[in-house]
């Protein structure tokens, strides 16, 4: 009975080559800057939970009829002007083939779901520095990429500049 349903699934059935596909090919390290501008000082004084400011932007471009090349950027400082106790830049991509996605649904695919995959190792990359570099981890929290799309989205519309 097992081995009757193990090549049922596993057999490449006519239907199973028009399912959407999202694969990830690579992930690479673009660009990470981390600095650490007033050390040793801030590392041996008594410091107050600092302000931690992130910025986060996605960005794609079709390489080719399927693949996308996908750029998580993220920024970050804890603290400001003299008292920043350290800066840090990453830029994380992915090389990403996407297969029989309906057109109306590619922008949110790569802008939202590529992203979402790229996300954990971002993060991980950015605890490891801010470590490096004296400090305890700096985990980031999960990022909405639903939201930054329909951000994105609105800035995107005519009359949206006024706006602003």
Known sequence: MIGDFMSDTNGAGAGAQDLP????????TKDLSFENPNAPKSLTQQQN?????IQVNVNAQKLTETEYEVMLQLEGAAGEGEGTLFRFE???????????IPEQD?????LIECPRLLF??????????????GFPP???DPIDFVALYRQRLEQMQPGAAGMA
């Open 90 to 100: 990453l830029t994380y991509g992915g090389l990403f083939a996407l297969r029989n």
């Open 21 to 28: 596909q999202l694969n990830v090919l690579t992930q690479f």
């Open 106 to 110: 590619l922008q949110p695919v790569v």
């Open 138 to 140: 700096l985990y980031i």
């Open 49 to 53: 939970a600092p302000n931690i400011s």
């Open 120 to 133: 954990p190792f971002a993060r991980q990359i950015i605890a490891e520095a801010v470590r490096n570099g």
